[in-house]
């Protein structure tokens, strides 16, 4: 094929792998002499060669002479094929005279005496697009309606609804027939494509048929009865008055037991009708598939469906509340997530209690060894039981003992989750403070992780004020410590207590176990066991945190001693056991702070742990009213105060209520009737209906949209090129648009003009643009798809080649084109997420891109509104976190990209201070951006690179 002709659409793709080119004159030669078999492969050469842009258009008539008067079925199979791929009419668009001969051969197989001989030549009818070919042919189709083969009748009706929807004067009566057809047809499949014809060519048959059988239609095959829920979907958007008469239909069709035909019968019943009654039914039957497929994307193409009915009709679904949480049982943990997500949206006060049962009963299921990601499960349900207490506290105090005995998990998210839960339970609510307290000092020794350790010491620090509370707390304290001090009293004892240890281990233990032999009967079997592994393994886990290096549990626990010694201090207790009190507490601090800077610990203890440590030890040692009240008043309040924080940062869905915006006895505006006199008296009355009109006309749209597409074009050559091109860029959300205007500039006609693209980066162009031929100054639209794959900046280069009509071909001339660079903030938006889960990600992300910040701006309020701009990310910090004006700024940032990746961002910025104390106003700090990916982190530094210096205008003006 040339490569300035017009590709031919074709509907068979071969891949052909040609090793050497192809003789002409031996395919003829063996097309015309060779035995059947080789003609057979003579024949699949050809169709291979053709179907691969050669031509070979000059074998039509030695295969019409020697092939197509063969009885070979295989034969007749793949010259139909070949007639499907060969052109038919010569270069001015008239039928071949060999095609004469064809509709002889084929009018001949259409009355062969084998059924599928007669199916496949109906079949290939179907593909024809010439009127000359299937004029003689209709009759013969016409008769095939009554062979007594399903298959062949079922292609006749294909062949003849092709004839009739292309060139409907062949055949004028074709729906009269199908209709007779479909009225005595028993067989499925024929019944299905009789209808389908009826359904696109004459509706209203279609729906006399389906009015005559429309009791009938629950007994029918799947096929048909997914065609008469389209059908019944189109009748209803066009006349709304029939929805009555066929609502029956689509209720009994729910209970059908094709997935499909339920799947499509109740979408058709959630589009037609907003009667509770037919939403019920509809919202059942996607339960019910929800339920038992077991196609995992089914099921979330499901849960989509129930999103959607939730957002109309949430009353409805809190009825089937817990059959969707059946879907639970599933053991994917996107469909677990999603299903909890419509869940919590349809708790009430009516349900809320069977819902934190049936979460109870899940959570219980995690505890075993063969539930895949029972971790992650685990977590996942108790994040929804504490949304539910947020919801309705009530329901707190029956839940938070339960969730209490998963403090101990190996998963720490779990375990942060309960702590969090429960330190939020025992502010709200001060009769569960003393059983709290109670059952968190019974699992304290089951606590292995360290952030789970410090927010426990807290509560219990925080709350327990009895004297006897303070007293049980010291004790289990002491014992979770073990025995003090924690490391010897110089170095030297040290190394000999260590070389005891290492004897201990290697001092083995005999120990006698019973076991039973092969014959049954039963012997003693002595073993060594090592001494020193259960010792170790005996170590409590706060005093084995703190010989670990973990200080700033240290910390927690010196400051939570400290304030209960503080508390004692104000309790009816003799003066001596004060005083034991706060030596005891010292004593503990003392011995963290000897641990922390001796060599036992594999780190040293950081400044701010032992700056805590001493200003406890001080606050003991030297006690006033300020210290009292910083321990005991100041931190609960703190975190009284962080709780209504985050009650406010939460998003909350306004509730819709039904605002009357006519009233009964309002004028009624309208525009014909408009006096001409009082025109400027009635402009007032008429301004909304101009503004409604202009919102329908979409003038106001048109501007913006014009806007934004003139700030998406860009030019690609010059003005002196001769050929002038410029694009405009349309960004969806998998893939990007190419609009590309190509105008000659020059007074030639240029041939094979053609677009030649790369790209940089995770873009791909899916299809080379086809060749042109431009005329002098004439102007064409070239259009080129590029998929993209990840959230990543691109690159799109190239130029574009042509030919001059006159000049030698050797002689290409080329125009280079400017690059097409692909904005990241294109496929990027603000998200937002929990504070645990923003850590969480911060921790598990690898690639990390450290940005220093370089700016002119002065004010580092302004600087993070700047950078949220310029990034589209969400500020997760709160703003009563950001307010005030000292110089320093700590913000986390979230951003979410199409392709579901998460970006994560930390500010840290303040302003400089010069040698005389003195503030200059310049912002100094870093940017730094984690993500799971390299192409995103590298692609949002990159752009606040280039873009933090630029002064908004706001900054500018103020």
């Known amino acids: 094929m040339s490569a300035t002709g017009t590709e031919r659409p074709c509907s068979l793709l071969i891949h052909y792998e040609q090793s050497e080119p192809p003789n002409i004159v031996e395919l003829r030669k063996t097309l015309e002499t060779g035995n059947e078999e080789q003609k057979i492969d003579a024949l699949k050469t050809a169709i291979l060669l053709m179907l691969n842009g050669e031509n070979v258009t000059s074998l039509l008539m030695t295969i019409i002479r020697f092939i197509m008067p063969l009885d070979n079925k295989l034969v007749k199979k793949l010259y139909l094929i070949y007639l499907e791929v060969v052109d038919k009419t010569n270069a001015e668009g008239k039928l071949l005279n060999e095609m004469i001969l064809v509709c002889n051969f084929l009018r001949n197989d259409l009355i062969h005496p084998n059924e599928y001989v ?59 027939l199908v209709f007779n057809f479909l009225q005595t047809e028993g067989d499925s499949s024929c019944k299905r494509n009789a209808f389908i014809m009826l359904f696109n060519c004459a509706q209203d048959k279609a729906i006399e048929y389906l009015s005559e059988v429309l009791d009938q239609v629950s007994s029918m095959g799947e096929v048909i009865q997914l065609i008469v829920v389209e059908l019944i979907r189109k009748v209803c958007r066009t006349n709304p008055t029939e929805r009555s008469k066929y609502i029956k239909c689509i209720f009994t069709l729910l209970q059908s037991s094709s997935p499909a035909v339920q799947y499509e019968a109740a979408g058709t019943l ?266 170790g393994a005996s170590v409590p886990h706060l005093r084995s945190l703190l010989l670990g290096g973990d200080f700033f549990l240290g910390s927690v626990l010196v400051a939570t001693l400290a304030k209960l010694a503080l508390k004692s201090q104000q309790h009816d207790i003799d003066q001596i056991t004060k005083n034991l009190i706060v030596v005891e507490v010292l004593t503990i601090a003392t011995s963290i702070l000897r641990l922390g800077s001796s060599s036992v610990p594999p780190t040293p203890i950081d400044p701010d742990s032992r700056e805590r440590i001493v200003q406890c030890i001080r606050a003991l040692t030297e006690p006033s009213e300020v210290t009292r009240r910083a321990f005991q008043e100041d931190t609960r309040h703190s975190f009284s105060v962080l709780l209504v924080e985050q009650q406010k940062s939460k998003p909350v869905e306004p509730t819709k209520k039904k605002e009357v915006d006519v009233q009964a006895d309002d004028l009624i505006k309208v525009r014909q009737l408009r006096s001409k006199k009082g025109a400027a008296i009635d402009d007032e009355l008429y301004e909304d209906a101009d503004a409604d009109l202009e919102k329908a006309t979409g003038v106001l749209e048109g501007a913006e949209d014009l806007s934004n597409k003139l700030n998406r074009v860009v030019q690609l050559t010059g003005f002196s090129d001769p050929l002038y091109a410029e694009a405009f860029v349309n960004v969806h959300q998998y893939d990007i648009v190419l609009d590309v205007i ?88 603000p998200a937002h997420c929990t504070e645990v889960k923003f850590r969480q990600m911060w921790a598990e992300f690898e690639w990390e891109n450290k940005v220093a910040v370089n700016t002119s701006i002065t004010d580092v309020n302004d600087f993070l509104k700047h950078i949220v701009k310029v990034t589209n990310m969400a500020c997760l910090t709160p703003e009563s976190a950001l307010a005030g004006d000292c110089g320093f700024l700590s913000a986390n940032l979230y951003a979410k990209s199409a392709f579901g990746e998460d970006a994560l961002a930390n500010l840290s910025v303040e302003r400089q201070v010069d040698a005389t104390g003195r503030v200059d106003g310049k912002i100094t700090g870093f940017i730094r951006i984690r993500s799971k990916t390299q192409g995103i982190a590298l692609s949002l530094g990159d752009k606040i690179t280039l873009k933090q210096g630029i002064i908004p205008v706001e900054s500018k003006s103020g």
């Not at 009554?146 to 060139?167: C, D, I, M, P, S």
């Not at 431009?774 to 798809?785: D, G, M, Q, T, Y």
């Open 118 to 176: 007669r199916g496949s030549t109906l079949r290939f009818l179907s593909k024809i697009h010439q009127a000359e070919i299937l004029e003689p042919l209709v009759p013969s189709v016409i008769a095939n309606l009554e062979h007594k083969h399903a298959f062949v009748r079922r292609n006749a009706v294909l062949a003849l609804f092709h004839v009739y929807k292309n060139f409907d004067s062949l055949c004028p009566n074709a729906t009269d």
């Open 270 to 535: 959630v589009a037609l009708s907003s009667v509770p009654a037919a939403i019920r039914g509809a919202a059942s039957a996607f339960i019910d598939l929800l339920v038992k497929e077991s196609d995992n994307n089914v099921k979330m193409v499901v849960l989509d469906r129930l999103m959607s009915i939730k957002q109309r009709h949430s009353k409805v679904l809190q009825e089937l509340l817990m059959d969707i949480l059946r879907a639970l049982n599933s053991p994917n943990m996107d469909i677990r997530r999603k299903t909890l997500d419509i869940a919590l949206d349809l708790v009430s006060p009516k349900n809320i209690e069977e819902v934190v049962l049936v979460l109870k009963k899940e959570i219980g299921k995690t505890q075993s060894k063969e539930l895949d990601k029972a971790g992650e499960y685990r977590q996942l349900l108790i994040q929804a039981i504490h949304a539910c207490a947020v919801k309705f506290p009530d329901i707190a105090s029956s839940v938070v003992h339960l969730l209490m005995d998963f403090l101990g998990d190996a998963d720490g998210g779990s375990a942060v989750d309960v702590i969090l839960f429960v330190r939020e339970v025992v502010e709200m609510y001060a009769d569960l403070r003393a059983s709290i307290t109670r059952k968190l000092l019974e699992t304290l020794d089951q606590i292995k992780s360290s952030k789970v350790y410090r927010a426990t010491l807290w509560i219990i620090g925080e709350y327990s004020t009895t004297a006897e509370d303070i007293d049980g707390v010291f004790t289990t304290l002491r014992e979770a410590l073990g025995d003090l001090p924690l490391v010897p009293e110089d170095e030297d004892d040290a190394e000999a207590e260590k070389k005891r240890e290492a004897q201990k281990v290697a001092q083995p233990a005999a120990a006698n176990v019973s076991r039973v032999l092969a014959d049954g009967t039963y012997a003693t079997q002595s073993a060594m066991m090592e001494e020193g592994a259960g010792k």
């Open 742 to 829: 190509v105008t000659n500039q020059t007074g030639e006609t240029l041939q094979n003009v053609a677009l030649e693209l790369a790209t940089l980066g995770d873009l791909k162009l899916v299809e080379r643009p086809q060749t042109h031929t431009l005329a002098p100054h004439e102007r064409k639209a070239i259009k080129a798809n590029i998929k993209v794959s990840s959230t990543e900046t691109g690159i799109i280069f190239g130029n574009i080649v042509y030919d001059i009509a006159g000049v030698s071909a050797s002689d290409k001339n080329c125009v280079i084109l400017n690059d097409i660079h692909i904005d990241i903030m294109d496929y990027i938006s």
